[in-house]
């Protein structure tokens, strides 16, 4: 029996047992023809002669508490390597099922698919891969896609679904989907364990209606960390944006945008924003809540604020009902409440919430204010349209009067009570 697997040995004859970098190798449980011993050889790029290790009372210990993530040790005596392996955890289970068997000496000859020393390395080109770019129609995988992929490149051909297969890819962390013809993109998505970037640059997500953007929560809300949804002709960012809580790069070049959901502030997470090239009249204040490494809103239509004394708030705000306090709540704690979870209503109530600068989620108590906010303040490095200053209309949403007259001190303008 032979897997293919990444190895990394260990000596524990060196002062500093440090085990060498993982490669790619194959790992073969036989049998000696002549002396009818059994033994592990390995093999790589760097020894295709292979690396016997004899089993008959050459074992010192079998580490298999992370089996089930595809990793386990196995230390010989002689000599005093430790052999570090990484696969495929059911091909991993399998082996060493078999080789507890070899060690208890309750397998026969007729159990191992290779019973001599005449074995060979798996070709590099049989492995599994890791890595899979596909640019033509002839490329794609007509037997499914491998289970051990980590990046999926499917570009430019045309597709105008994401193909399911995709959904079972648990090591995937990088997914490129650019340049085809997708619509929407399904719930299913969020159940991927792994993702860190998603490119979904050039489709037609503009057709996506509102519920069609619910895969944006569930796993993808602890991994994604990047985002790049330009050039898809949008015209709404859907406020589900905020559950992606990890995402620290966000691209929403090129598209058709008027406005950006006031939740963007509350990705606290947030590095690198890019906006440019849309249609944005003024960003939302909960932004200023954000340090930013860099911002790029070139190129939009922001209005030009003239100055104008703020009116006076002097009246308290009317108590918020029950309903209003208890999903300030829930959206405070960043609670999930997937659908079935809550009446639709009340689901919709919650996506359709603003976000105070402080934070706090605004629904139907607050004040809306406008004013002018200098980039810098929020962002290491600003890119804005030739001719343009660093400054940008944005309009606050305020959960309660502390935070409007803290506001004032930063000449806010035009509120609105309601």
Request: charged share 20%; net charge positive.
């Amino acid at each position: 029996m032979k897997i293919v697997c990444n190895v990394s040995v260990g000596n524990r004859q060196l002062p500093i047992n440090k085990p060498k970098k993982h490669v790619k190798s194959t790992l073969a449980l036989c049998k000696n023809p002549n002396s009818g011993d059994f033994c592990i050889i390995l093999f790589n790029g760097h020894n295709k002669n292979g690396t016997k290790y004899n089993l008959k009372g050459n074992i010192k210990q079998v580490l298999t508490k992370f089996a089930s993530e595809g990793k386990c040790t196995v230390q010989f005596k002689i000599p005093e390597h430790d052999l570090y392996i990484s696969c495929d955890a059911i091909q991993l289970k399998g082996f060493l099922h078999l080789f507890k068997r070899v060690l208890e000496n309750k397998v026969t000859s007729k159990e191992l698919t290779v019973s001599s020393l005449a074995v060979t390395p798996v070709r590099a080109q049989d492995m599994a891969p890791r890595k899979l770019i596909i640019t033509k129609r002839s490329d794609y995988p007509s037997k499914g896609f491998p289970r051990t992929l980590e990046e999926l490149h499917i570009n430019d051909i045309g597709r105008c679904s994401v193909d399911v297969g995709i959904f079972h890819l648990t090591k995937l962390r990088v997914l490129d989907l650019s340049s085809n013809c997708i619509e929407f993109v399904p719930e299913e998505l969020n159940i991927l364990p792994n993702l860190k970037e998603l490119n979904l640059s050039a489709n037609r997500l503009h057709k996506a209606t509102f519920r069609q953007w619910s895969w944006m929560r569930g796993n993808l809300a602890k991994s994604l960390v990047l985002l790049n949804l330009s050039h898809n002709e949008l015209v709404v960012l859907p406020n589900q944006i905020r559950k992606l809580h990890q995402l620290q790069t966000l691209n929403l070049n090129y598209n058709s945008l008027q406005a950006l959901p006031t939740s963007l502030g509350s990705m606290s997470n947030l590095k690198i924003f890019s906006a440019s090239n849309n249609s944005i009249k003024s960003l939302p204040g909960s932004l200023k809540k954000l340090r930013l490494q860099s911002i790029d809103v070139s190129h939009n239509n922001f209005l030009q604020h003239v100055p104008h004394r703020p009116a006076d708030v002097s009246s308290p705000l009317r108590v918020c009902s029950l309903k209003e306090y208890a999903s300030r709540k829930v959206l405070g704690a960043r609670l999930p409440y997937p659908p079935g979870s809550l009446p639709v209503t009340v689901i919709n109530y919650l996506d359709d919430a603003g976000f105070c600068v402080c934070g706090k989620a605004c629904l139907e108590v607050f004040v809306k204010s406008s004013h002018n906010l200098m980039l810098t303040t929020i962002a290491e490095s600003v890119s804005t349209s030739v001719g343009e200053k660093m400054f940008v209309p944005i309009d606050c949403y305020f959960c309660s009067l502390k935070c409007y007259n803290f506001a004032l001190q930063t000449r806010t303008r035009h509120p609105i009570v309601r």
